[in-house]
């Protein structure tokens, strides 16, 4: 295929070697009719002159000196010169190189030709012939021939056709080499267009075109400029949106599934990955009916697909981990090439679990105040009906009236603490404390209680350091983590607290030697009124909530939690928390 250059260049060098070549031929016809134009009149001057100069009066006596005449005129001429009566008989030839039958022949030529004019030309093949009629006293009395050959003639044209061929090969190439200039000047611009173009499908919006001049092709690359550089904004625009969407995708918390009319699938993200345990860059481009997962998505995908409608259920998965997912899937039209679908998928595991919880706590709750009072009712109601008259038995009512009415408040205020620390509304008053004095004044309201257990309740401190905390919260995780130990550790058993430093942190441990806590319940025992045996925990007073307001406190104070356990050998509770 013929570039553009090509073709005009090809164009340029065919007209230019057409009018070259028409030119030449041209001057060369008219060098030739000119050339032989200027010699018929030379030769028709001299037959002219030789006519009026020749010493005849229409005599023939003296034909020599006729002939040495002539002679001379040819010799000084360098023509042929031949002298005719009007009978066509030769009295004169300069050369003798024709026979007279010749000559006589050229005489029958010249007289036909005549026609009765004075001076006659006759072009021949190899020489050109002037005839002028000898008049003496307004009488023709002869013809004077005279001719010159066409050799000097041709010998002379065919110099001026070399010259004119050197000069016309060399105009054509200077042509030719402005004319490729003219195509390159014309096409450059173009093909520099071109490439900027090929460079915009390509999505290099960089290039531009040179803007020079105001002519058509100028204006053609301020165009080309301005579109490359609406282009260039527009992606970059689509580009900065493009980059938005992903990262709205990409963060979402909600699984995101498109599946195109073609039913593959064009866009899934992070969140899919996690709830289905389908990855992205496997599943994209490749039909719905393919992907793998426990639920059986390609029923709802068909099913929203084929009805058009929207559908919204909630699902459960088990693998990779049990959720609780709402589907919700939206046809998506694609004009007349079919339906595609989008489908969102919510996790309501953290939700379904708090309303369970809700239910639980208000179940707890209702359960762990209904046996206060109902004991505290039913010995009211007996004291009532006449048992207050024995005082034996009316002291050990209001003894157990009041028992259940401190388990009562304390559950009460548990339950306070709780919401409070809950809500984030607890206010802190931290205090530069030291952790061997602040634990000796603690255990020692518990030393009692652990002695009436046959307990041994022990503190060990490495050595004494400062730390920055709310004595009062403080003294409320160690209080409960304690009084639990005391609580499930049988007589005889050993509770230790101790407290050491690591780095820029601290660790309170706090272990004994009780029951233990089976290892199914272990995830369990922070939960609000979770209790691992629920009998002793009520014999014990415990109100359910102590553990669950411990974890809530160091989470408070960013610290960390850690228990472990083993039946029959006791519990140990380990928390980190900063000195700062």
């Known amino acids: 295929m013929k570039t553009f250059r090509a073709r005009i260049t090809s164009l340029f060098l065919f007209l230019i070697g057409c009018s070259v070549l028409g030119t030449g031929f041209f001057l060369a016809l008219l060098l030739h009719s000119s050339y032989i134009d200027s010699l018929s009149s030379r030769l028709t001057k001299e037959s002219k002159m030789i006519a009026e100069t020749i010493e005849w009066h229409g005599s023939e006596s003296d034909l020599a000196s006729l002939q040495q005449e002539i ?25 003798n190189s024709k026979s007279n039958t010749e000559l006589e022949t050229e005489w029958e030529q010249i007289r036909s030709q005549s026609n009765g004019s004075e001076v006659i030309t006759i072009p021949k093949s190899d020489q050109l012939i002037a005839a002028v009629p000898v008049v003496r006293d307004e009488k023709k009395i002869g013809i004077v021939r005279i001719s010159s050959p066409l050799d000097e003639v041709n010998q002379s044209l065919s110099q001026v056709w ?66 490359a550089h609406s282009l260039q904004f527009q992606m970059e625009t689509i580009r900065k949106s493009e980059r938005r969407l992903t990262s709205v995708i990409e963060s979402m918390e909600s699984g995101l599934l498109m599946v195109n009319a073609r039913g593959r699938v064009s866009i899934a993200n992070k969140s899919f990955e996690r709830q289905f345990g389908a990855k992205p860059n496997e599943i994209v481009g490749v039909p719905y009916e393919e992907i793998q997962t426990t639920f059986d998505l390609c029923s709802l995908i068909s099913r929203c697909a084929q009805t058009g409608t929207r559908i919204r259920e909630e ?53 762990e105040l209904r046996t206060p009072i109902t004991s505290i009712r039913g010995f009211s109601e007996t004291l009532l009906d006449g048992a207050m008259q024995d005082p034996d038995t009316c002291q050990e009512f209001l003894k157990i009236i009041l028992e259940e009415s401190i388990r009562l408040q304390r559950l009460v205020g548990d339950l306070l603490d709780l919401s409070t620390i809950e809500s984030k509304q607890m206010a802190m008053n931290f205090e530069q404390l030291s952790i061997a004095s602040f634990l000796q004044n603690i255990t020692k309201t518990l030393d009692e209680q652990a002695r009436s257990k046959e307990q041994t309740l022990r503190v060990e401190i490495k050595e004494d350091f400062q730390i920055r905390m709310d004595p009062d919260r403080l003294k409320q995780i160690v209080l409960n983590l304690v009084s639990n130990a005391i609580a499930y550790t049988p007589a005889g058993g050993e509770i230790r607290v101790q407290v050491d430093q690591e780095g820029s942190n601290w660790i309170l441990v706090v272990s004994d030697t009780g029951m233990g806590i089976p290892e199914e319940d272990l ?6 009124f979770y209790r691992v045996d629920k009998a002793r925990s009520r014999e014990s007073g415990g109100t359910g909530l102590g553990l669950a307001i411990v974890k809530h406190l160091v989470e408070e104070y960013e610290g960390e939690i850690k228990v472990t356990s083993k039946v029959g050998e006791g519990t140990t509770f380990t928390i980190w928390f900063s000195k700062e």
Do not use: C
């Open 71 to 95: 002679k001379a005129f040819g010799d000084t001429l360098e023509a042929h010169v031949t002298l005719y009566n009007l009978q066509g008989k030769v009295l004169g030839d300069s050369t």
């Open 162 to 227: 070399l010259s004119l061929a050197g000069g016309l090969v060399i105009a054509y190439a200077l042509a030719a080499f402005a004319s490729s200039r003219v195509a390159s000047s014309v096409t450059r611009p173009l093909e520099e267009m071109t490439q900027v173009a090929v460079d915009i499908a390509q999505k290099r919006f960089h290039r531009r075109v040179k803007e020079d001049g105001k002519d058509e092709i100028g204006r053609l690359g301020r165009a080309i400029n301005r579109m």
């Open 315 to 367: 699902i459960h998965l088990h693998h990779p981990v049990e959720r609780i997912l709402e589907a919700s899937l939206a046809p998506m039209w694609v004009e007349s090439n079919g339906i595609g679908v989008v489908a969102v998928f919510h996790d309501l595991t953290a939700i379904r679990r708090l309303e369970q919880m809700r239910k639980d706590f208000v179940a707890n709750v209702s359960h």
């Open 523 to 528: 995830g369990r025992i922070f939960e609000r």
